[in-house]
């Protein structure tokens, strides 16, 4: 049947996808909303927000929210990103009505309790020092705050000791009324889900949401990249290296994912196979392409002793040069099969595929069917993914190390043996 989609009165927009043989249903409201939208004295303030949204109504307590829908066997969470926040359920099909009205109950009449928020206040500290004793969480941290230096992008979605333990009732009310409208939100449900009759249990719920937010946009993004260093005793050294990236909406963006799959997805990528099969130079080596709506970030991550940083480094850039050079068709057929086969077995979660479809709403205005998706890939070449890899390489590169990083090279060193493009030897694609 497919993604069906319907927009209410107040221009919220409803998508279902019904799938077969599946007798529960996922489904959310998702908000064009994120770490990124929070003003300079609001860091971590949608973080912590998606927490007390759990935290009490005027028509149910936080116990309440937890066992109406536990009492029918289902489940509730969101999330935080740097772009969205999510607030989803799972449940079975009749119990679809219960989910939307307590989904629909936490987003427009949430009471902010000064006292749950002093408490949720404490265990978000506990969070934000678990994250700090764990290395190769916080390397992430410090990895995309020095790419984006001085910029909500690349700041810690969980905030700070300082931030956390400022924030008010109030506060937290004023950015939910800035933030959150209809026209920055999608509401979907994949699995056993009839649309109509989805739309009029939203529509009775969600119907009166505001219809427009406080139309207020995030800085554009600008990569900056850089370095950054912590020397702590520890018995191995967590690595990132990275460089400017592809944003969803251009056309090297598919390309971008691809060729990470190439270099670091799985056990037959070249980096794994180079750096961890064949040299034994680390025990864990991948890398990733993030995108975001204006800006990406290419990554690699490596976990290494103290022995062998010298070594390592070295190695990882090399294989960087040879993707500008050379990358078999074998290489892209797997790295295809790969994206194909993701996308094949997400779509096989109600969970995965009404995050999927959310995702698509926000960022493109429309579901993206899968064989879109995949006669993009179809189109890829080798030609296409090595001129991309010059041009990625060779852009400002960002460091992050911690751990017994002492033998690690320097970052004007680093960037002096990364590719080099000469003026004009490759052309630019957008």
Request: hydrophobic fraction near 40%; include cysteine.
């Amino acid at each position: 049947m497919g993604v069906e989609v319907s927009r209410l009165s107040n221009g919220l927009t409803v998508a279902t996808e019904t799938l077969p043989s599946i007798e529960s249903v996922a489904l959310g409201v998702w908000v064009k909303s994120g770490a990124r939208n929070e003003r300079d004295d609001e860091h971590g303030i949608a973080h912590l927000l998606e927490h007390m949204a759990f935290k009490g109504t005027s028509s149910r307590s936080a116990f309440a929210i937890a066992s109406d829908i536990e009492d029918v066997g289902g489940e509730i969470n969101a999330a935080t990103s740097v772009e969205t926040t999510s607030f989803f359920a799972r449940v079975l099909s009749k119990d679809v009505p219960l989910a939307i009205d307590i989904l629909a109950d936490i987003l427009m009449d949430s009471k902010f309790d000064p006292d749950e928020l002093q408490r949720e206040q404490h265990v978000i500290l506990q969070e934000i020092g678990a994250a700090h004793d764990t290395p190769d969480d916080v390397v992430f941290d410090r990895f995309t705050e020095t790419a984006f230096k001085d910029q909500q992008i690349g700041r810690s979605i969980l905030g700070t000791p300082e931030t956390v333990k400022s924030f008010t009732s109030k506060q937290l009310h004023a950015f939910l009324e800035r933030q959150y409208g209809a026209d920055r939100m999608v509401v979907v449900a994949a699995g056993d889900i009839k649309h109509d009759a989805f739309v009029r249990e939203v529509e009775k719920r969600l119907g009166s949401f505001r219809p427009t937010s406080g139309n207020e946009q995030p800085e554009p993004a600008s990569y900056i990249g850089g370095d950054f260093r912590e020397n702590r005793d520890l018995m191995d050294a967590q690595i990132v290296l990275g460089f400017e990236g592809r944003a969803y909406h251009v056309r090297d963006f598919y390309a971008s994912q691809v060729l990470s799959m190439i270099l670091g997805g799985g056990m037959s990528s070249r980096l794994f196979q180079e750096v961890r099969e064949k040299r034994g130079l680390c025990y864990s080596v991948y890398a990733f392409h993030w995108g975001f709506s204006d800006t990406g970030i290419f990554g690699i991550h490596a976990a290494t002793g103290e022995s062998d940083i010298d070594k390592l480094v070295p190695v990882l850039i090399e294989e960087l040069r040879r993707a500008g050079e050379m990358i078999s068709q074998q290489e892209l057929d797997r790295a295809r099969a790969q994206y194909h086969a993701g996308l094949v077995m997400s779509g096989e979660s109600p969970a995965s595929r009404a995050s999927q479809i959310a995702r698509q709403l926000l960022l493109f205005g429309r579901p993206i069917p899968r064989e879109e998706l995949i006669d993009r890939l179809s189109k890829l070449t080798i030609e296409r993914l090595t001129d991309l890899s010059g041009r990625l390489f060779s852009t400002t590169p960002t460091v992050a190390g911690i751990g017994p990083i002492g033998g690690l090279a320097s970052y004007d060193r680093i960037r002096a043996t990364l590719p080099r493009i000469i003026a004009g030897e490759r052309k630019l694609a957008v």
